[in-house]
């Protein structure tokens, strides 16, 4: 009896876990499920009167705010069908529900947040498409980067997937249960996100401009990159209108960064949240062994990837410069 418990919280608790990051059979997740939240500016999907709530603990910089909810309502339980889940998946929703779906008229609920000013981040988690998969000529490629930083407590909602995982119409909701995170996001309207190529000889010992480019690569391809209130109840940034098309085969660095004085990368590391497998527990850091090789620059107080466009095909190419 305790195994089964533990099986269906640990399978509550994982598919908390994979909202952060594509798969890798969909790079070109479309965002129109992804609806901004509080004073989150720019990209990030269109905004509609229904919105995701919050269900992950958040840090927020001192230019991001988000408005209190007076209280919880959970009104609508899901009724639906599953559609995308398997028998086991099913079987352990129907013994842990009933669920509440995001976006409905009626269930507004909302996780621990506090602001801090300026935050210090343990840890960088690329979306898992940039460090597997190249990304293709011509398609859109998703760019999302998590910011997490350790905290003592604060509660978060379970949440689940309803419907439709890794898809369009993917629907995700909560039970009500709670729990304490040793983690939190970390919110702010200052980062951006800049694209370069790399010239057909790639120079040594490239040298960060504080305007915001590396110099003696190629000119800055600025995406709109902004905070996004995603299907599972997170803050992430995430890049509008499908993520970034590249039209050049070639290699590329993809840097995200932010003023010191809103976000501190200086000791973080790359690591997935996936990693941590209960809220107190901190896995040895990793970095995935695909296409791409994410990097803290804490000197610049910055994170880059290089990646290879390609013309097909999705894993391999050059492991970054």
């Known amino acids: 009896m305790k195994r089964n418990i533990f099986t269906i919280l640990f399978f509550a ?35 509609e009167t229904l919105v995701n709530n919050l269900s992950f603990p958040a840090l927020l910089a001192s230019d991001y705010s988000l408005t209190k909810l007076p209280n ?8 639906g069908d599953y559609p995308g889940l398997t028998a086991s998946e099913i079987a352990a929703l129907a013994s842990t529900g009933p669920w509440y779906p995001q976006k409905t008229d ?10 801090l000013g300026s935050n210090v981040v343990s840890f960088v988690d690329w979306g898992d498409n ?12 998703r760019l999302e980067v998590v910011l997490f ?3 003592s407590s604060m509660t978060a909602y379970n949440m689940a997937l309803l419907e439709y995982p890794s898809s369009l119409n993917e629907l995700q909701g909560t039970n009500t249960t709670t729990f304490l995170s040793n983690w939190a996001t970390v919110a702010t309207n200052s980062a951006k996100l800049v694209i370069q190529k790399f010239p057909s000889e790639a120079p040594v010992g490239l040298i960060w401009n504080v305007n915001g480019y590396w110099e003696g690569l190629g000119t800055p391809n600025n995406i709109s990159f902004a905070m996004e209130l995603n299907i599972a109840g997170k803050l992430i940034y995430g890049a509008s209108e499908g993520g970034w098309k590249p039209s050049e085969l ?6 995200f960064y932010t003023p010191r004085n809103m976000v501190d990368l200086s000791n ?25 090789f994410p990097i803290v620059d804490a000197n610049n107080n910055l994170t880059y990837v290089d990646v290879k466009v390609v013309t097909s095909g999705g894993g391999g190419g050059k492991k970054g410069k």
């Open 250 to 255: 070639g290699d590329y660095r993809i840097t």
């Open 13 to 47: 608790f994982s598919i908390l876990l994979v909202d952060c990051s594509e798969h890798a059979v969909e790079p070109s997740k479309d965002l129109s499920i992804i609806h901004k939240y509080g004073s989150g500016g720019g990209g990030g999907g269109h905004t």
């Open 130 to 141: 940039i460090e597997s998969m190249n990304p293709v000529l011509n398609r859109p490629f």
């Open 149 to 151: 930083a350790a905290v």
């Open 72 to 79: 919880n309502s959970f009104v609508k339980i899901y009724d």
């Open 268 to 292: 973080a590391i790359i690591d997935n949240y996936a990693n941590y497998i209960t809220p107190s527990t901190i896995a040895v850091s990793s970095v995935s062994e695909g296409a791409g």
């Open 106 to 115: 009626g269930n507004y609920w909302q996780a621990d947040y506090a602001s």
